[in-house]
Nanobody
């Protein structure tokens, strides 16, 4: 049973930073790709950033230059460093990993508000 567990969400003021983490139950090397998505009520889940086994990274235009995705294979953990946060970044953030199927975490709430 593959499990992905997110942590690091919370309340932050505009311009602040947060670092999300996603701990996998097995080796993250077994995933062909991993990534972060986010969703607000009433809207579709949208891509934030992805990284594949070769290290190729893709960012949504809305987060380029502010967010950084990275992985720590020694700890089987995926990270998302979020800087210069804006109110529009408020959402539930989900970690995902792809093997033969797509696996999702339970999500972590990020709220950007003064």
């Amino acid at each position: 049973q593959v499990q992905l567990v997110e942590s690091g969400g919370g309340l932050v003021q505009p311009g602040g930073s947060l670092r999300l983490s996603c701990a996998a139950s097995g080796s993250i090397r077994s995933f062909s790709s991993m990534g972060w998505y986010r969703q607000v009520p009433g809207k579709q889940r949208e891509l934030v950033a992805t990284i594949n086994q070769l290290g190729y990274i893709n960012y949504a235009d809305a987060v380029k230059g502010r967010f950084t995705i990275s992985r720590d294979s020694t700890k089987d953990t995926l990270h998302l460093q979020m800087n210069n946060l804006k109110p529009d970044d408020t959402a539930v953030y989900y970690c995902t990993g792809r093997r033969s199927n797509d696996y999702w975490g339970q999500g972590t709430q990020v709220t950007v508000s003064s």
